[in-house]
C-alpha cells in the first residue's frame, strides 16, 4: 500500500500508483508513467504524485516534463515537503533556489533519524564531532555560561560540547532527531524550531556551534545575522560547511548547498565578528569520495576593551562581565 504521507486520499488512484511503483521496479519507466499519469487525472491536487511523477520523467529523460511536474507539486504544496523546488532547480544551468524547503528538511531527517549516526559514521565516516573537538581544543578559557548546539540533529556533538559550558541547549526542526538526542542525556533543553525564523534570545550564549547545518540552508545571512545578535560580548561562533569553489553557493546535486570561502568571510565580517579563521577540513566521504568543506571559527566583538592577538589566540572567549 501507498504510504500514509504519499497516499492521495482516493484508493483508486492509491492503487494506480502502486502499480506504477511496480512497472518502474521492472524497469519499464515509460509504462509506470503512463500509469501514474492515469492516477493523477483521478486526483489532480496530489503534490506526492506530481513529484513522483517528476522522478519518473527526468528518469526517462524528459526534463521538461519533470521540471513542469515538480512545478505542479510545488503548486499544489507549497510547503513542499518533497523538495521539488530543488529537484526542478538542479535542472537548471544556475540554480534559483538559495535555501531548502523547512518541510522537506523536517520530514527527510524524521525519516532518517533512526538510522542517521550508524549512516553517518558507520558508512560515511562523518568527521563533524572531531572536527568540531579540534576547533575548540584551541581555546583558553575553557568554560561559557551557556552554549547552543544549532541544528543538534541525534546529539552527536552533545558530548563534545558539554564539557565547554554550564548549560546546553540545543535547536533542530527534526522531533524525531530531538527524540534521539534527549535519550543522551547531555543537553539541559532541547527545543524544536526552524533556525532560520527564530527569535533573539533573552539571555545571550557564549558559544554556538552548528555543525554540517549550514548545508541545507543555502543562503547564510540570516542565520548569521542571527548568530551575531546571540552571542554574548566576545561570544564565539563554530561552524562547518561544504566548501564550493568559484560561487557564494552552490546547490550540488546531493540536494545540498556548499558555500564560498570569501563568501561566508565577508558575511561574518559584515555581521560585525571581530576575528575569523577558516580552514580546510574533510567533512566526510560520499560514495568513497572526501567532501571537503571549511571549518570556521569566528569571535564576536568584545566590549571589555582586551584586544586579540593572531594566530591561537583568535580561539580565545572574552568575558562579557
Known amino acids: ?49 506530481w513529484f513522483r ?21 510545488i503548486q499544489e504544496q507549497p510547503d513542499d515537503p518533497f523538495g521539488a523546488v530543488l529537484r526542478r532547480d538542479l535542472l537548471r544551468e544556475q540554480p534559483l533556489s538559495d535555501t531548502m524547503p523547512p518541510a522537506f528538511v523536517e520530514m527527510l531527517f524524521d525519516q532518517y533519524a533512526p538510522r542517521f549516526e550508524t549512516s553517518l559514521l558507520d558508512h560515511l565516516d562523518y568527521q563533524g564531532p572531531q572536527i568540531i573537538a579540534d576547533a575548540l581544543a584551541q581555546r583558553t578559557e575553557p568554560v561559557v555560561d551557556r552554549a547552543l548546539d544549532l541544528g543538534c540533529g541525534t546529539g552527536l556533538i552533545g558530548p563534545v560540547l558539554r564539557p565547554y559550558c554550564r548549560h546546553l541547549t540545543g535547536v533542530d526542526l ?35 556551534v552548528a555543525s554540517d547545518v549550514f548545508n541545507y540552508l543555502g543562503a547564510l545571512e540570516r542565520i548569521i545575522g542571527w548568530c551575531a545578535a546571540s552571542l554574548a560580548p566576545g561570544g564565539i ?41 577558516n580552514r580546510d577540513v574533510v567533512l566526510r566521504k560520499d560514495r568513497g569520495d572526501d567532501v571537503t568543506g571549511l571549518c570556521i571559527v569566528a569571535q564576536s566583538a568584545t566590549v571589555t576593551g582586551r584586544r586579540l592577538d593572531d594566530g591561537e589566540a583568535q580561539f580565545d572567549v572574552v568575558d562579557a562581565d
Open 174 to 208: 527534526s522531533q524525531a532527531m530531538l527524540d534521539e538526542a534527549f535519550a543522551k542525556a547531555v543537553y539541559d533543553r532541547l527545543d524544536k524550531a526552524d533556525i532560520q525564523a527564530m527569535p533573539i534570545p533573552d539571555e545571550p550564549f557564549g558559544l554556538i
Open 237 to 277: 561562533l563554530v561552524f562547518t560547511v561544504e566548501q564550493a569553489h568559484g560561487r557564494d553557493v552552490t546547490l550540488r546535486k546531493t540536494q545540498r548547498f556548499a558555500h564560498g570561502r570569501a563568501y561566508v568571510s565577508d558575511l561574518l565580517l559584515t555581521a560585525g565578528f571581530a576575528t575569523i579563521e
Open 1 to 49: 500500500m501507498v504510504g500514509k504521507l504519499f497516499a492521495s486520499g482516493d484508493l483508486h488512484a492509491d492503487r494506480r500508483a502502486e502499480f506504477a511503483e511496480t512497472w518502474a521496479h521492472l524497469g519499464d519507466l515509460d509504462a509506470a508513467v503512463d500509469v501514474l499519469q492515469g492516477a493523477l487525472e483521478l486526483v489532480p491536487t496530489w503534490g506526492a504524485g
Open 53 to 73: 511523477l517528476g522522478e519518473y520523467l527526468e528518469r526517462v529523460g524528459d526534463l521538461d516534463g519533470a521540471a513542469q511536474a515538480w512545478g505542479r507539486a
